[in-house]
């Protein structure tokens, strides 16, 4: 019973951090599309590199510290990557010359890279089946939902000034600093949590990871690009384009945000598209239609439509890669780093080749890119199933 009690005390705590942290984390982000515009007189191009800079660092970094990270408590993990990214921000935040800015969105993403691949192997040890798929999805259920409440009161904040949110990020940066170490000094289960090298050499399993797990990897690859567009390229469109205000757009990310989470909890409550390829497949090709929905819509009540549905889908294609990539594995902290990498990955894509097709073209050609994106892991299945290949 006190095995049970330190156990969910412990998932608590990482629910906790999770919300808190990607609360901070998509207002920073977003507050960073408006603050490198308007503090350094960017172009559309240059604001999207700026967002590859802190991802590309952290895609980097995943695999570069991934060695050292996994030799840290995960606890001590968190508190590092909390202490860099409020540090990071605050230089961010004061400096008048952009090329500061810019190695300091390097050490954000260098921070940042210590915080999700740790928090996911940790909450995921030990775990198969509906217990995994619970854990997975109370975490999924906590970032998605600060990722969602995030944008709102980003947006209502950035109408005052740009550094505003990136204060408040700061400041909740602290506050999962806090809450980790007073967790850690409260709950002694939290104290006995071991590194991931430690646990693998305590542990003895034998691996019986599905392969299902290439194509839900290739579908979260493609479908975070698609994401990365909407959280930076569509800002800038509805500033350019649109008659939309920073809390407009603040409340459209707010409905994709509010979509995820709702579409997390159905994923943690269901199994149906446990180990299922059909389903994988048809989440893609839905993906390909909504971005194509995208390039036809006017008004407001258009973009709520598909910044709704674009959340259930995405939510939906998350959840087949973390679940698959994690399902038998023995080195759960491997597997979610290469979960993050390939989100990493999709968010750079997104971010620079969205930024740059829209910068000479337009908003909608970046959609047909989207589309046709998303759709190459449904091709590549197509094509190694006339093969004969069943890996995937």
Same mark, same amino acid.
């Given at each position: 019973?006190?095995?049970?009690?330190?156990?969910?005390?412990?998932?608590?705590?990482?629910?906790?951090?999770?919300?808190?942290?990607?609360?901070?984390?998509?207002?920073?982000?977003?507050?960073?599309?408006?603050? %490198?515009?308007?503090?350094?007189?960017?172009?559309?191009?240059?604001?999207?590199?700026?967002?590859?800079? +802190? =991802?590309?660092?952290?895609?980097?970094?995943?695999?570069?510290?991934? /060695?050292?990270?996994? @030799?840290?408590? /995960?606890?001590?993990?968190?508190?590092?990557?909390? $202490?860099?990214?409020?540090?990071?921000?605050?230089?961010?935040?004061?400096?008048?010359?952009?090329?500061?800015?810019? &190695?300091?969105?390097?050490?954000?993403?260098?921070?940042?890279?210590?915080?999700?691949?740790?928090?996911?192997?940790?909450?995921?040890? #030990?775990?198969?089946? @509906?217990?995994?798929?619970?854990?997975?999805?109370?975490?999924?259920?906590?970032?998605?939902?600060?990722?969602?409440?995030?944008?709102?009161?980003?947006?209502?904040?950035?109408?005052?000034?740009?550094?505003?949110?990136? &204060?408040?990020?700061?400041?909740?940066?602290?506050?999962?600093?806090?809450?980790?170490?007073?967790?850690?000094?409260?709950? /002694?289960?939290? @104290?006995?949590?071991?590194?991931?090298?430690?646990?693998?050499?305590?542990?003895?399993?034998?691996?019986?990871?599905?392969?299902?797990?290439?194509?839900?990897?290739? #579908?979260?690859?493609?479908?975070?690009?698609?994401?990365?567009?909407?959280?930076?390229?569509? /800002?800038?469109?509805?500033?350019?384009?649109?008659?939309?205000?920073?809390?407009?757009?603040?409340?459209?990310?707010?409905?994709? !945000?509010?979509?995820?989470?709702? %579409?997390?909890?159905?994923?943690?409550?269901?199994?149906?598209?446990?180990?299922?390829?059909?389903?994988?497949?048809?989440?893609?090709?839905?993906?390909?239609?909504?971005?194509?929905?995208?390039?036809?819509?006017?008004?407001?009540? !258009?973009?709520?439509?598909?910044?709704?549905?674009? !959340?259930? &889908?995405?939510? %939906?294609?998350?959840? +087949?890669?973390?679940?698959?990539?994690?399902?038998?594995? $023995?080195?759960?902290?491997?597997?979610?780093?290469?979960?993050?990498?390939?989100?990493?990955?999709?968010?750079?894509?997104?971010?620079?080749?969205?930024? =740059?097709?829209?910068?000479? &073209?337009?908003?909608? =050609?970046?959609?047909?890119?989207?589309?046709?994106?998303?759709?190459?892991?449904?091709?590549?299945?197509?094509?190694?199933?006339?093969? #004969?290949?069943?890996? $995937?």
């Amino acid at each position: 019973m006190k095995t049970d009690r330190s156990a969910s005390l412990q998932t608590l705590i990482i629910n906790m951090a999770s919300f808190w942290a990607q609360f901070a984390i998509s207002m920073v982000n977003l507050a960073l599309v408006y603050h %490198m515009r308007l503090a350094f007189n960017l172009s559309a191009q240059m604001v999207g590199l700026s967002a590859a800079i +802190y =991802t590309s660092t952290y895609f980097a970094c995943c695999l570069l510290l991934g /060695p050292f990270a996994s @030799r840290l408590k /995960p606890r001590h993990s968190v508190e590092l990557s909390m $202490v860099g990214m409020s540090f990071a921000t605050f230089i961010v935040m004061t400096t008048k010359t952009v090329i500061i800015a810019y &190695l300091a969105l390097v050490l954000y993403g260098i921070a940042m890279s210590f915080l999700w691949p740790q928090i996911e192997g940790w909450l995921a040890r #030990g775990k198969e089946g @509906r217990a995994l798929n619970r854990a997975t999805s109370s975490f999924n259920v906590s970032w998605s939902l600060g990722a969602a409440l995030s944008p709102f009161l980003t947006g209502i904040l950035l109408e005052h000034a740009t550094g505003t949110p990136l &204060l408040a990020g700061i400041i909740l940066f602290i506050l999962v600093f806090l809450i980790v170490k007073v967790a850690t000094m409260l709950v /002694p289960g939290i @104290r006995a949590v071991v590194s991931e090298k430690q646990n693998l050499h305590q542990t003895e399993m034998v691996d019986s990871s599905t392969p299902l797990r290439f194509l839900s990897w290739a #579908g979260v690859l493609t479908v975070y690009a698609s994401l990365a567009v909407t959280l930076t390229i569509f /800002p800038l469109h509805a500033m350019d384009n649109l008659p939309f205000s920073e809390s407009i757009v603040g409340f459209l990310l707010f409905v994709r !945000g509010i979509s995820t989470v709702g %579409m997390f909890v159905v994923m943690g409550k269901t199994s149906i598209w446990h180990f299922n390829k059909h389903i994988v497949l048809i989440t893609q090709i839905l993906v390909a239609m909504i971005c194509l929905f995208g390039t036809i819509i006017e008004g407001v009540g !258009g973009h709520i439509l598909f910044f709704f549905l674009f !959340g259930i &889908l995405f939510s %939906m294609s998350y959840s +087949y890669s973390i679940f698959h990539g994690a399902s038998g594995s $023995v080195n759960r902290s491997h597997r979610m780093l290469l979960h993050e990498v390939l989100l990493t990955i999709g968010t750079v894509v997104g971010s620079v080749v969205g930024g =740059t097709i829209y910068q000479y &073209l337009d908003f909608a =050609t970046v959609l047909y890119a989207c589309a046709a994106l998303v759709m190459v892991p449904v091709l590549g299945s197509w094509v190694f199933g006339l093969l #004969g290949i069943k890996r $995937v």
